[in-house]
T-cell receptor, first 115, second 116 residues
Framework: AQKVTQAQTEISVVEKEDVTLDCVYETRDTTYYLFWYKQPPSGELVFLIRRNSFDEQNEISGRYSWNFQKSTSSFNFTITASQVVDSAVYFCALSADGNNRKLIWGLGTSLAVNP | DTGVSQDPRHKITKRGQNVTFRCDPISEHNRLYWYRQTLGQGPEFLTYFQNEAQLEKSRLLSDRFSAERPKGSFSTLEIQRTEQGDSAMYLC??????????????FGAGSRLTVL
C-alpha cells in the first residue's frame, strides 16, 4: 500500500522562526517521486519541489530546504526565517506509478506565521 | 499563457440540480486532471485525460459525474442530480507528459461547489 503521512496538522510560529514540516511515506516501489505543494488561502496549489527516489541529495531554494532520507522514508521541508507570506497549507505527495496518473496526498500541514 | 483557468470559481446550487465546471489547461499541456478537495483533506483524484482520451476514472466518480475533453483542449466536469455530499472544491490540473517520470502538475484556483 502507498501512503503519505503528515503528522503535524497545524503549526503556529512567530515570524523569523525556522520551522520544519514532516512527511513520511510508504511505498514498495523502488522508483517513485515525492512532491511538496503549497496551498495559500487563495486556494491554488503551487508546486514547490519534485524529488525522485534515486536522488537523495538535499536541496535548498532560498529560505526553503528539503531533507530526503530513504532510510527513514522521510521527505521533510524546512522554512528558514519564516515570513507571514509563508502561511498556507503544505501538502506532501507521492507518485509511484511512474506516469503520475495520480498522486497520493498527505492530509496537509497548516502553517500559520504570526507577525 | 496565464496558467490553468477554472470557471465558475463559486457555484451554489440546490440539491437535485445539475452543475458543470469548465477547465482551460495550459495550452501545450496534453494531460488534464480533475481532483476533489474537502476541508482538511488533500486532493482526491477523480479522473484524468491524455489529449481527448479519458484514461482513468476513480471509483469515487459515481454515475452522476461525467467529464469530457473534446478535441484535447478544455475540459468539463458535470455533476447531475447534485447531493449535499458533493459540496467540495473541484480542482483541475494540467501537465505535459513526457520522459523522465512523474511530471509536475499546474493547478487552477478551483471551483467551489455548495449544494444546499
Amino acid at each position: 500500500a502507498q501512503k503519505v503521512t503528515q503528522a503535524q496538522t497545524e503549526i503556529s510560529v512567530v515570524e523569523k522562526e525556522d520551522v520544519t514540516l514532516d512527511c513520511v511515506y510508504e511505498t514498495r516501489d523502488t522508483t517513485y517521486y515525492l512532491f511538496w505543494y503549497k496551498q495559500p488561502p487563495s486556494g491554488e496549489l503551487v508546486f514547490l519541489i519534485r524529488r525522485n527516489s534515486f536522488d537523495e541529495q538535499n536541496e535548498i531554494s532560498g529560505r526553503y530546504s528539503w531533507n530526503f532520507q530513504k532510510s527513514t522514508s522521510s521527505f521533510n521541508f524546512t522554512i528558514t526565517a519564516s515570513q507571514v507570506v509563508d502561511s498556507a497549507v503544505y501538502f506532501c505527495a507521492l507518485s509511484a506509478d511512474g506516469n503520475n496518473r495520480k498522486l497520493i496526498w498527505g492530509l496537509g500541514t497548516s502553517l500559520a506565521v504570526n507577525p | 499563457d496565464t496558467g490553468v483557468s477554472q470557471d465558475p470559481r463559486h457555484k451554489i446550487t440546490k440539491r437535485g440540480q445539475n452543475v458543470t465546471f469548465r477547465c482551460d489547461p495550459i495550452s501545450e499541456h496534453n494531460r488534464l486532471y480533475w481532483y476533489r478537495q474537502t476541508l482538511g483533506q488533500g486532493p482526491e483524484f477523480l479522473t484524468y485525460f491524455q489529449n481527448e482520451a479519458q484514461l482513468e476514472k476513480s471509483r469515487l466518480l459515481s454515475d452522476r459525474f461525467s467529464a469530457e475533453r473534446p478535441k484535447g483542449s478544455f475540459s468539463t466536469l458535470e455533476i447531475q442530480r447534485t447531493e449535499q455530499g458533493d459540496s467540495a472544491m473541484y480542482l483541475c490540473a494540467s501537465s505535459l507528459a513526457g520522459v523522465g517520470g512523474a511530471n509536475v502538475l499546474t493547478f487552477g484556483a478551483g471551483s467551489r461547489l455548495t449544494v444546499l
